[in-house]
């Protein structure tokens, strides 16, 4: 097998239909770019934010840009996104590091820190909270929240 070896373009490639998931092949496959706050390309800040759609029809492409028409674009989430890829692949820059690597301000760091820990308190409330003592004092940070 030779697949992994001579691929010519590292571009991220998604096979299925966003939307109903069926597998596409390449033939009638539809794509096209939608803003989306929350998409943070791997390693290419130029395209943060703009999504490439994939989908197994026009009618199904049309949908998805709808969802995503429908979503607000909040800069926060992307900055946040911007420091969250910066700091996985480079664990310890301090906050001028942080900021050359992003290409953020100091101002737009703070701002996307106060965004992400308001939305982890939001996502927390309305969980409920009544599964079980969880004292919650002492680890604010937690990554993973997908
Ligand atoms: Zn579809």
């Given at each position: 097998m030779h697949d992994n070896s001579g691929e010519p373009t590292a571009t991220p490639r998604p096979r299925v239909c966003e939307l109903c998931g069926t597998a596409i092949n390449r033939t009638s496959q539809v794509s096209g770019r939608v803003r989306d706050s929350s998409w943070i390309h791997p390693y290419d800040s130029e395209q943060d934010g703009d999504r490439l759609l994939a989908a197994c029809s026009p009618g199904h492409l049309d949908q998805l840009r709808q969802r995503y028409r429908r979503r607000p674009f909040v800069k926060e989430e992307l900055w946040a996104g911007k420091i969250d890829r910066a700091l996985r692949a480079?664990?310890?820059?301090d906050e001028e590091e942080l900021a050359d690597v992003t290409g953020l301000n100091f101002i737009q760091i703070e701002h996307a820190l106060t965004w992400e820990s308001e939305r982890f308190l939001e996502e927390r409330a309305a969980r409920g909270g009544h599964e079980g003592p969880d004292g919650g004092s002492g680890r604010r940070n937690t990554q993973g929240l997908n």
């Open positions: 480079q664990p310890d820059l």
